[in-house]
C-alpha cells in the first residue's frame, strides 16, 4: 500500500503544486509566482525543480515533425492554404508563425492587411508582426461596446502598423448600428474608405470565437432552432459546424467586412488555441471566412481525431 507523505513533506508537495500551476499553466513568470506565493525566487525555483524531479509537473515536448506532419494533414482535411501548428500556445510561438505566413505571402507595397479582435489577436499583435513596408492596416470592423482591452480594435490597428512599418487607417464607429446610422456614416469619407479597403483585402489576422461564451455575443439574439446550432463566429459572422452561415436580425446593419469579403482574400489567417474551440475553428474553416489556420498541438490533435473518426450519436466531442 502506497503511504501517503505526511507532515512537512506533504506540505513541500502543496507548495511544488501551486508554484507549477502558476508557473506552468497560468504562464506567470517565476517573480510573479514568488510575489504572490509570498516566497523567494530562489524558492520558487527549487520548488519548479523538486516538482519536476516528483513527476508532479511532467514536460513533453513535441517533435517539430511531428507538428508539421499534423498541419499538413489538417491542412489536407479542411482544404486550407496552409495550417502551422505550434508545440505551445504560448504567445510567441503562435505569432512567430503568423508572422512566418505573412512573411511567405511576400506582400508588395500598398496591400492592405485587416485586423480581427479577441484575447488571442491582441496578444498576437502586441508580440509583434514582421517588417512589411507601406501596407495598409485597416480593422475588419467597428468597435464593440465593451471596455476590456481586447475589444479595442482601433488599437490593435495602431499597433500592427507600427510594428509592420505600415499606415493604420482607422473606422470610427461601433460593430452594430441603425440603418439609418449606417447611411449616414456611408457618406463619412473616412468610413467610406474603408468600406472600400475591405473590397481589397490581401491578408487578414482574424480571432475565431466560441459563442457560448464570448461577450460580444449579448446583443446577437438567435431563434431557439438557430442558436443551438451556432458554434462560433469570425468578426460577427456566426456559422455552425458544418461552416454554414447562421443568420441574426442585426447582421444587416453590421459594420464590418462581409462574410463574402472574407472568403475573397488571398491570406485569411484565423488564430485560436484552447479544446473548447474545437467546434468553432472547425466551422469557421468550413465557412471559407479563413483559408489559414494558427493553432497548438492540442487542439490540432483532437481535430484530426474528430475529422477522422467522426463523434458517435451521443459522444461529447474533448
Same mark, same amino acid.
Given at each position: 500500500?502506497?503511504? $501517503? !507523505?505526511?507532515?512537512?513533506?506533504?506540505?513541500?508537495?502543496?507548495?511544488?503544486?501551486? /508554484? /507549477?500551476?502558476?508557473?506552468y499553466?497560468?504562464?506567470?513568470?517565476?517573480?510573479?509566482?514568488?510575489?504572490?506565493?509570498?516566497?523567494?525566487?530562489?524558492?520558487?525555483? &527549487?520548488?519548479?525543480?523538486?516538482?519536476?524531479?516528483?513527476?508532479?509537473?511532467?514536460?513533453?515536448?513535441?517533435?517539430l515533425?511531428?507538428?508539421?506532419?499534423?498541419?499538413?494533414?489538417?491542412?489536407?482535411?479542411l482544404?486550407?492554404? +496552409?495550417?502551422?501548428?505550434v508545440?505551445?500556445?504560448?504567445?510567441?510561438?503562435?505569432?512567430?508563425?503568423?508572422?512566418?505566413?505573412?512573411?511567405? =505571402?511576400?506582400? @508588395?507595397?500598398?496591400?492592405?492587411?485587416?485586423?480581427?479582435?479577441?484575447?488571442?489577436?491582441q496578444?498576437?499583435?502586441?508580440?509583434?508582426?514582421?517588417?512589411?513596408?507601406?501596407?495598409?492596416?485597416?480593422?475588419?470592423?467597428?468597435g464593440?461596446?465593451?471596455? /476590456?482591452?481586447?475589444?479595442?480594435?482601433?488599437? *490593435?490597428?495602431r499597433i500592427?502598423?507600427?510594428?509592420?512599418?505600415?499606415?493604420?487607417r *482607422?473606422?470610427?464607429?461601433?460593430?452594430?448600428?441603425? +440603418?439609418?446610422?449606417?447611411?449616414v456614416?456611408?457618406?463619412? !469619407?473616412?468610413? /467610406?474608405?474603408?468600406?472600400?479597403?475591405?473590397?481589397?483585402v490581401?491578408?487578414?489576422?482574424?480571432?475565431?470565437?466560441? *459563442?457560448?461564451?464570448a461577450a460580444?455575443?449579448?446583443? +446577437?439574439?438567435?431563434?431557439?432552432?438557430? =442558436?443551438?446550432?451556432?458554434?462560433?463566429?469570425?468578426?460577427?459572422?456566426? *456559422?455552425?459546424?458544418?461552416?454554414q452561415?447562421?443568420?441574426? @436580425?442585426?447582421?444587416?446593419?453590421?459594420?464590418?467586412?462581409?462574410?463574402?469579403?472574407?472568403?475573397?482574400i488571398?491570406?485569411?489567417?484565423? %488564430?485560436?488555441?484552447?479544446k473548447d474551440?474545437?467546434?468553432?475553428?472547425?466551422? =469557421?474553416? $468550413?465557412?471559407?471566412?479563413?483559408?489559414?489556420?494558427?493553432?497548438?498541438?492540442?487542439?490540432?490533435? %483532437?481535430m484530426?481525431?474528430?475529422?477522422?473518426?467522426?463523434? &458517435?450519436?451521443?459522444?461529447?466531442?474533448?
Open positions: 500500500m502506497t503511504r $501517503r !507523505p505526511k507532515g512537512a513533506r506533504l506540505l513541500n508537495r502543496s507548495l511544488m503544486h501551486t /508554484a /507549477a500551476r502558476l508557473h499553466l497560468e504562464g506567470a513568470s517565476q517573480l510573479e509566482v514568488s510575489r504572490r506565493m509570498q516566497v523567494s525566487t530562489a524558492t520558487v525555483s &527549487r520548488l519548479l525543480a523538486q516538482a519536476r524531479e516528483d513527476g508532479i509537473v511532467r514536460i513533453h515536448v513535441a517533435d515533425d511531428e507538428a508539421d506532419e499534423i498541419g499538413d494533414q489538417l491542412c489536407a482535411a482544404k486550407l492554404r +496552409a495550417v502551422r501548428v508545440e505551445s500556445d504560448k504567445v510567441a510561438a503562435l505569432a512567430s508563425s503568423v508572422g512566418a505566413l505573412l512573411t511567405d =505571402a511576400e506582400l @508588395p507595397a500598398g496591400s492592405v492587411v485587416a485586423i480581427g479582435w479577441g484575447r488571442t489577436i496578444s498576437v499583435i502586441a508580440a509583434g508582426l514582421p517588417r512589411i513596408p507601406d501596407v495598409v492596416v485597416v480593422p475588419a470592423m467597428g464593440i461596446h465593451e471596455t /476590456a482591452s481586447h475589444f479595442q480594435i482601433n488599437e *490593435f490597428v500592427a502598423a507600427e510594428s509592420t512599418q505600415g499606415e493604420a *482607422f473606422l470610427h464607429a461601433p460593430s452594430l448600428v441603425s +440603418a439609418e446610422l449606417r447611411s456614416l456611408k457618406q463619412d !469619407p473616412d468610413t /467610406a474608405r474603408i468600406l472600400k479597403y475591405w473590397s481589397h490581401d491578408a487578414a489576422i482574424l480571432g475565431i470565437g466560441d *459563442f457560448r461564451k460580444s455575443n449579448q446583443d +446577437a439574439t438567435f431563434e431557439r432552432s438557430d =442558436a443551438r446550432r451556432v458554434v462560433g463566429d469570425v468578426v460577427r459572422h456566426y *456559422f455552425d459546424e458544418n461552416g452561415e447562421v443568420r441574426w @436580425p442585426g447582421q444587416d446593419n453590421l459594420m464590418a467586412i462581409s462574410r463574402e469579403q472574407l472568403q475573397r488571398p491570406l485569411s489567417i484565423g %488564430v485560436a488555441v484552447g474551440k474545437v467546434r468553432s475553428i472547425l466551422g =469557421a474553416a $468550413r465557412s471559407g471566412m479563413i483559408n489559414a489556420l494558427v493553432t497548438d498541438t492540442r487542439v490540432a490533435r %483532437v484530426l481525431d474528430h475529422l477522422q473518426h467522426r463523434e &458517435r450519436p451521443g459522444e461529447e466531442l474533448m
